[in-house]
């Protein structure tokens, strides 16, 4: 069960128990803050990481600079070949690193193996970027004249991350902004760092075979201070920060302060409506995945299940049934299907959502415990919660980061539905489950769903990296990975070019000299 040492020395991570530097940072000021990790899976230490100091963290902005003067020179699908060679090298480690995160973050292998193959993915999609950067040609009002506009890379691109995706939403952020021209530098979550030491050893060989600066792809471990630091520099003109509603509101503010871009994929509150057409056995098991997988700590987890009165009472049976025999443990073993939370901090915020919405009229079904013998000891594992509330409920409202699935009852049409499932100040996921056409369409319509991301006889959790990602509200309006989402990381400019002999105006003004 004991995680394997050597699977952490394939991804460079030497000694259990020593100081782990953060790469690039080793030249500079000297931290005493050592922090150690703990595996949430068994309270186990895995490794132990050197915090960043603000001067490190310059250190890293200078190298970052100086490689974006090599790397915004080279051709696009140049840097794509590069790309292409960091998704084989991911392929090569995918089952390694998928263990890594899983042991480190408690998602069941299934997923941590899932997460490294979104990065491959998003490598994939980004090597055919590369050559897709377009931008139009419009047709100008003026003889011999052509217009176009074209896209540049901004410079460094900023990525802080969440701890419940320790890699992947990294990589669909480095690896666009990459084909694009930039350069990166990467805050992961202070809680999950070593999976993120473990991809940039795997950078590092690649860039190094390239001759190509490691400038290009950086990382900083460090916590919200580092965080706050990048909000505020003037020299990272794109911030893409994924996390809790509160830090992208301050993040937002810096940012917007000093007029740079952010983008930000924050909070959820994701519901699934299921009407009385339905089909309830592919229901059922999208409402399950959606809200016990990851233990409940996806930002598209399923929280809110919107329920016909004409089939809510089967749909609770059924629930209760499954919810009875969930298999809740080690997430490295093959059967599991829920995992622990993050820490033992996140458990206690499982616990206290669950006795305040209790205290606002919340109807606890099943689950809801802190688990604490044998296998569980470490405080981390909890049995996944079904509620009975209404939408209104304060509790409700919020974002708990864990398995709580509320159960809404409504009675009337699907628009009654629709409103309920708007009305919460999140914009993230959201799905139906019908087959009557009227409800789906009513459901996608301009007064449908209010999300960024809005499915049809699919959950809420799981989404492709050819979509564009992220959600409305406060849940930040960002969106990355697929579609066009590559254009944020990029600066359009109109070029209009004169290849006649005459200086005509626009509009036709006249203004002889
Ligand atoms: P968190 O907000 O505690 O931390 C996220 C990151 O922000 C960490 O790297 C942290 O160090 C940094 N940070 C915190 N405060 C900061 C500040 N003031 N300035 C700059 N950086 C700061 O979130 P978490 O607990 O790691 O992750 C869970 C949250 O992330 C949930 O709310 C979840 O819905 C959200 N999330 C959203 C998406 C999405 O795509 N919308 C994806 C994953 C997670």
Not at 255 to 267: D, F, I, N, S
Not at 376 to 394: D, R
């Given at each position: 069960?004991?995680?394997?040492?050597?699977?952490?020395?394939?991804?460079?991570?030497?000694?259990?128990?020593?100081?782990?530097?953060?790469?690039?940072?080793?030249?500079?000021?000297?931290?005493?803050?050592?922090?150690?990790?703990?595996?949430?899976?068994?309270?186990?230490?895995?490794?132990?990481?050197?915090?960043?100091?603000?001067?490190?963290?310059?250190?890293?902005?200078?190298?970052?600079?100086?490689?974006?003067?090599?790397?915004?020179?080279?051709?696009?699908?140049?840097?794509?070949?590069?790309v292409?060679?960091?998704g084989?090298?991911l392929r090569?480690?995918k089952?390694?690193?998928?263990?890594?995160?899983?042991?480190?973050?408690?998602?069941?292998?299934?997923?941590?193996l899932g997460e490294v193959q979104e990065m491959i993915d998003i490598c994939d999609f980004a090597v055919g970027l590369?050559?897709?950067?377009?931008?139009?040609?419009?047709?100008?009002?003026?003889?011999?004249?052509?217009?176009?506009?074209?896209?540049?890379?901004?410079?460094?691109?900023?990525?802080?991350?969440?701890?419940?995706?320790?890699?992947a939403?990294?990589s669909w952020?480095?690896m666009l902004?990459?084909?694009?021209?930039?350069?990166?530098?990467?805050?992961?979550?202070?809680?999950?760092?070593?999976?993120?030491?473990?991809?940039?050893?795997?950078?590092?060989?690649?860039?190094?075979?390239?001759?190509?600066?490691?400038?290009?792809?950086?990382?900083?471990?460090?916590?919200?201070?580092?965080?706050?630091?990048?909000?505020?520099?003037?020299?990272?003109?794109?911030?893409?920060?994924?996390?809790?509603?509160?830090?992208?509101?301050?993040?937002?503010?810096?940012?917007?302060?000093?007029?740079?871009?952010?983008?930000?994929?924050?909070?959820?509150?994701?519901?699934?409506?299921?009407?009385?057409?339905?089909?309830?056995?592919?229901?059922?098991?999208?409402?399950?995945?959606?809200?016990?997988?990851?233990?409940?700590?996806?930002?598209?987890?399923?929280?809110?299940?919107?329920?016909?009165?004409?089939?809510?009472?089967?749909?609770?049976?059924?629930?209760?049934?499954?919810?009875?025999?969930?298999?809740?443990?080690?997430?490295?073993?093959?059967?599991?299907?829920?995992?622990?939370?993050?820490?033992?901090?996140?458990?206690?915020?499982?616990?206290?959502?669950?006795?305040?919405?209790?205290?606002?009229?919340?109807?606890?079904?099943?689950?809801?415990?802190?688990?604490?013998?044998?296998?569980?000891?470490?405080?981390?594992?909890?049995?996944?919660?079904?509620?009975?509330?209404?939408?209104?409920?304060?509790?409700?409202?919020?974002?708990?980061?864990?398995?709580?699935?509320?159960?809404?009852?409504?009675?009337?049409?699907?628009?009654?539905?629709?409103?309920?499932?708007?009305?919460?100040?999140?914009?993230?996921?959201?799905?139906?489950?019908?087959?009557?056409?009227?409800?789906?369409?009513?459901?996608?319509?301009?007064?449908?769903?209010?999300?960024?991301?809005?499915?049809?006889?699919?959950?809420?959790?799981?989404a492709e990296i050819g979509g564009?990602f992220?959600?409305?509200?406060?849940?930040?309006?960002?969106?990355?990975s697929g579609?066009?989402?590559?254009?944020?990381?990029?600066?359009?400019?109109?070029?209009?070019?004169?290849?006649?002999?005459?200086?005509?105006?626009?509009?036709?003004?006249?203004?002889?000299?």
């Amino acid at each position: 069960r004991y995680f394997p040492v050597a699977t952490l020395k394939q991804l460079g991570i030497e000694a259990v128990n020593n100081a782990w530097s953060t790469g690039l940072m080793d030249g500079g000021e000297k931290n005493e803050e050592i922090k150690k990790i703990h595996s949430p899976v068994d309270g186990n230490l895995i490794a132990s990481v050197r915090m960043a100091t603000a001067a490190d963290y310059n250190n890293v902005v200078n190298t970052a600079q100086e490689a974006f003067l090599i790397w915004r020179q080279m051709p696009a699908p140049k840097r794509g070949e590069i790309v292409r060679q960091i998704g084989n090298k991911l392929r090569e480690n995918k089952e390694a690193l998928g263990r890594l995160v899983s042991y480190e973050m408690g998602k069941i292998v299934q997923e941590g193996l899932g997460e490294v193959q979104e990065m491959i993915d998003i490598c994939d999609f980004a090597v055919g970027l590369s050559r897709q950067l377009h931008g139009r040609t419009m047709h100008s009002e003026r003889p011999s004249h052509r217009m176009y506009d074209q896209y540049h890379p901004l410079g460094i691109v900023g990525i802080i991350s969440a701890f419940n995706f320790p890699v992947a939403v990294w990589s669909w952020n480095a690896m666009l902004a990459a084909v694009c021209g930039n350069v990166c530098i990467w805050k992961p979550s202070e809680k999950t760092p070593l999976a993120a030491l473990a991809c940039q050893h795997i950078i590092r060989e690649v860039l190094a075979d390239n001759d190509l600066p490691e400038g290009i792809f950086n990382l900083v471990i460090g916590d919200a201070g580092i965080g706050n630091l990048m909000a505020h520099d003037t020299r990272i003109p794109l911030l893409s920060a994924t996390g809790s509603t509160p830090m992208g509101k301050k993040v937002g503010e810096a940012v917007g302060a000093r007029l740079g871009r952010a983008l930000l994929e924050l909070g959820g509150n994701n519901a699934i409506i299921i009407t009385p057409n339905a089909d309830l056995e592919m229901a059922i098991r999208a409402v399950v995945f959606g809200a016990v997988g990851t233990c409940g700590q996806r930002c598209t987890s399923t929280r809110r299940l919107i329920v016909h009165d004409s089939v809510y009472e089967e749909v609770k049976e059924r629930l209760l049934k499954i919810y009875a025999n969930l298999p809740i443990g080690n997430p490295l073993q093959e059967n599991i299907l829920v995992g622990p939370l993050i820490d033992k901090t996140a458990a206690k915020a499982f616990e206290h959502a669950i006795a305040e919405v209790q205290i606002e009229g919340g109807k606890l079904l099943i689950g809801g415990e802190i688990l604490s013998d044998g296998d569980y000891k470490t405080g981390t594992y909890v049995s996944p919660a079904i509620i009975e509330v209404e939408n209104h409920y304060p509790t409700v409202q919020e974002e708990t980061f864990g398995p709580i699935l509320y159960l809404i009852k409504y009675s009337g049409s699907v628009e009654e539905a629709i409103a309920l499932q708007n009305g919460v100040r999140q914009g993230l996921s959201s799905a139906i489950f019908s087959s009557n056409l009227l409800e789906t369409e009513t459901f996608l319509s301009a007064w449908g769903s209010d999300c960024g991301i809005a499915n049809v006889n699919i959950g809420t959790s799981g989404a492709e990296i050819g979509g564009a990602f992220g959600g409305e509200k406060e849940t930040g309006g960002g969106r990355e990975s697929g579609s066009d989402a590559w254009k944020v990381y990029m600066r359009r400019q109109t070029n209009t070019i004169n290849f006649g002999a005459e200086l005509p105006l626009a509009q036709g003004i006249k203004f002889d000299i």
